[in-house]
């Protein structure tokens, strides 16, 4: 593919010319604000399955030059009715030292520090990721968003090894566990709508959930997570940090936002 980035040469503005979905309809991220809110009871608790992976079990943490990633294994899923999807990677979006905002989806304005993105795809309908991608509904990303507070344990299964991903394209293995300690308590509050991937090639394929209630990690988690990836490879002349990696709102359109909570 093309290189993208998120600033200078490729940044965001330039993204259709290569990836036309991402100039196209249902883009995601968004702003969750009053007058686009709909309550929709309906909406029913997100349930996960095969979460708390054992510690034999591995993910591969990897810099891909855009976020760290942890490729997650295919017996964690989750059910969103009528479907199960199969849980794929998580990866994260954040901002820089000097301005700690770096979510991609907004609450009444409101970026927050950094963001969790969960990938799953429609496995009750689709054999692999890929063919997923290219569908209109084969994909279900969970957004957790994050808030500075006290030191989050559960974090460090991934943070703790940044320092061994520092450069684009090196990965470590690290031991499962539970990913579902990476959740807020409440996976019955959350947005829903439909939208795209928030990077190139910005498939409109994606069944997005935003957790309502957002996780702590400490200051000095954030900070880490700031300050010590390089998009750029170990042998780079010219090293880029990773920062900032979050696209910006794309408009509504006429997308309502369901909410599963009243007030
Ligand atoms: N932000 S996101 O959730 O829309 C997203 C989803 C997927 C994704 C992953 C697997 C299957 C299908 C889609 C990959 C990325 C990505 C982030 C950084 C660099 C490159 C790609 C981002
Ligand atoms: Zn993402």
Redesign the pocket.
């Known amino acids: 593919g093309y290189s993208w980035a998120y600033s200078g040469a490729h940044g965001e503005k330039t993204w259709p010319t290569n990836y036309g979905f991402c100039g196209g309809v249902y883009q995601?991220p968004l702003d969750f604000h009053e007058n686009i809110l709909q309550y929709d009871s309906s909406l029913r608790p997100i349930k996960l399955f095969g979460y708390d992976v054992a510690t034999a079990e591995s993910f591969t943490v990897s810099n891909?030059?855009?976020?760290v990633?942890v490729t997650l294994v295919p017996t964690m899923k989750i059910e969103i009715e009528p479907f199960h999807y199969t849980a794929?990677?998580l990866?994260l979006?954040w901002g820089h030292k000097n301005n700690p905002k770096g979510s991609?989806h907004c609450i009444e304005g409101r970026r927050f520090p950094a963001e969790v993105?969960v990938?799953h795809?429609n496995s009750d309908k689709y054999t692999d990721?890929t063919k997923?991608?290219e569908a209109a509904d084969g994909?279900a990303?969970l957004g957790i968003l994050i808030e500075v507070g006290s030191f989050n344990p559960s974090f460090e299964n991934i943070l703790s090894h940044l320092n061994s991903i520092k450069y684009k394209d090196q990965s470590i293995q690290i031991a499962g566990f539970n990913v579902q300690e990476l959740f807020p308590k409440r996976l019955d509050e959350y947005f829903r709508y439909e939208g795209?991937?928030?990077?190139?090639p910005c498939?409109p394929s994606?069944l997005w959930t935003v957790f309502r209630n957002p996780v702590l990690i400490s200051e000095a988690q954030l900070f880490a997570l700031e300050t010590t990836l390089y998009c750029t490879d170990r042998n780079s002349s010219e090293p880029i940090q990773m920062t900032n990696?979050y696209?910006q709102l794309q408009a509504h359109g006429d997308r309502l936002v369901s909410v599963s909570f009243r007030e």
Do not use: D, F
């Open positions: 995601s891909n030059g855009h976020s990633s794929s990677q990866h979006h991609e993105h990938v795809y990721i997923a991608t994909l990303v795209s991937l928030t990077t190139p498939n994606v990696n696209r």
